[in-house]
């Protein structure tokens, strides 16, 4: 689906994301005032204002904090070319990054005049799908600096259990274990991973290992043609069945409308 929008939202209080999001479409999140944690894939990220965020298709994130002003980039990716897909996906690799150089305040301009100019115009779409290119184009030529994550010590004694669970299930979650299999995996108590979890995820373990099953079955009923069956064996449900009943429970549609729609 065809798709493009620039949403500017600006909150004076504190303010988190309830749940972790996944789409189908790049979001560049760019905070032009506050700082915020931001969580991307399997790390986290304490920024300031200027940072850009740039999220791909299907990208685990979700953020929070206290006062903010960001304004958002949707667009997907049959609306982008092919160098601005190289650029946002090699960009994507690390996801987060801070705002500098000579260029930055004609960037954060042009960002604030466009996501006005797509709010007033009855024609917003296009409006906002022409500036996408233009601030894309901007961006290029603006100095960008990878933040250090908050976890950057991950692999050594100084991660928590929570992050280590989170770095397992990422790279394990269409492989069937139970939540005592992955403490004993992680040596760590029951109790205490699943505490320090919640507290970082606002999910349950076993929630955030069934949000990215889903997200990975939209991804491939997105972009392949794979049966069903070989979608739930590729995102470790036990059956087709099974997966159509806890996607549907999950995103409201069953797994081939989905597959329609998008």
Request: aromatic share 10%.
């Amino acid at each position: 689906m065809r798709f493009s929008e620039i949403d500017l939202r600006e909150r004076n209080y504190e303010w988190s994301m309830s749940e972790l999001q996944s789409h189908g479409h790049y979001e560049i999140y760019c905070l032009t005032s506050g700082t915020r944690t931001y969580f991307y894939e399997d790390r986290i990220y304490n920024v300031t204002a200027p940072t850009v965020c740039v999220i791909p298709p299907f990208a685990l994130h979700k953020t929070e904090g206290g006062a903010f002003r960001r304004i958002t980039l949707n667009v997907s990716p049959d609306l982008l070319t092919d160098s601005e897909l190289s650029y946002l996906n090699e960009l994507g690799k690390h996801g987060v990054y801070k705002i500098s150089g000579e260029k930055a305040s004609l960037f954060l301009t042009m960002l604030d005049e466009s996501a006005e100019l797509s709010c007033d115009t009855p024609s917003g779409e296009k409006v906002s799908q022409h500036f996408i290119h233009v601030l894309l184009s901007l961006l290029s030529r603006t100095e960008l600096i990878p933040y250090d994550s908050i976890d950057k010590h991950i692999g050594t004694k100084k991660e928590t259990p929570a992050m280590r669970a989170v770095g397992y299930i990422n790279r394990h979650f269409n492989e069937s274990f139970t939540l005592d299999d992955l403490c004993e995996q992680l040596f760590v108590s029951k109790n205490s991973l699943c505490s320090g979890f919640r507290a970082l995820m606002n999910c349950s373990v076993m929630e955030y290992r069934t949000f990215i099953r889903i997200s990975r079955a939209k991804e491939l009923l997105s972009s392949t043609k794979m049966r069903l069956e070989e979608i739930a064996a590729e995102c470790g449900f036990s059956s087709a069945n099974y997966l159509s009943l806890i996607f549907k429970k999950e995103v409201g549609i069953s797994p081939l409308n989905y597959r329609k729609v998008k």
